[in-house]
C-alpha cells in the first residue's frame, strides 16, 4: 500500500471551473462546435497592414463593400482610430412572396502609432474596398543649446 499526500482543494476553484463553462458556452465551444473564444471577433475588424518608411506611416485596411459616408478615421493621441458602422435594408416583393433582410454591424479599430505624426497632413483615400491612409512623421525635436547669462 501505498500513501497519496492530501492537497485541500482551493476554495475558488469551483467558482473558476463555473466561470470557464460560462465563457465556453457563451463563446461557443458547445457540443463539439470548436471556436476559439476570439475568433469570432477577429472576423469582424478588419484586416490591417502598416509599413513605415524613412518619411511616412502607411496603413492599409480591408474594408469591402462599405461607402466612405459609413467609417470614420481620426487621430485621438498616438493612435490611428477607424469606426464604420453599415447599415443595409433589401426588400424584395413579388408575386408570391415579399423579402425583406436587414444587416447590421460596427466594428472600432485603435492602431497604436510607433512615432508623432504631423496631424495636419494626413492623406486617407478610399479605392475598391481599401482604405489607405499616408501620415506623415513629424521632425525630431533637435537639441538645442542654451546659452547662460552670468550675472
Request: charged share 35%; with cysteine.
Amino acid at each position: 500500500m501505498s500513501l497519496v499526500p492530501w492537497r485541500q482543494k482551493h476554495p475558488l476553484a469551483d467558482l473558476r471551473s463555473e466561470i470557464d463553462n460560462i465563457f465556453d458556452q457563451f463563446f461557443g465551444r458547445m457540443k463539439g462546435f470548436d471556436l476559439e473564444p476570439w475568433e469570432g471577433m477577429a472576423a469582424r475588424t478588419p484586416a490591417v497592414d502598416m509599413e513605415e518608411t524613412d518619411k511616412d506611416i502607411l496603413v492599409k485596411a480591408e474594408m469591402p463593400g462599405l461607402d466612405p459616408k459609413d467609417f470614420q478615421v481620426s487621430l485621438s493621441g498616438n493612435s490611428l482610430v477607424i469606426k464604420a458602422e453599415k447599415k443595409e435594408e433589401k426588400e424584395e416583393k413579388k408575386k408570391n412572396y415579399h423579402m425583406t433582410e436587414r444587416r447590421y454591424g460596427s466594428f472600432f479599430r485603435s492602431i497604436p502609432l510607433p512615432c508623432e505624426v504631423e496631424s495636419g497632413k494626413i492623406e486617407a483615400s478610399y479605392t475598391k474596398g481599401i482604405l489607405e491612409i499616408k501620415l506623415p512623421k513629424s521632425e525630431p525635436v533637435k537639441a538645442k543649446t542654451i546659452t547662460l547669462n552670468a550675472k
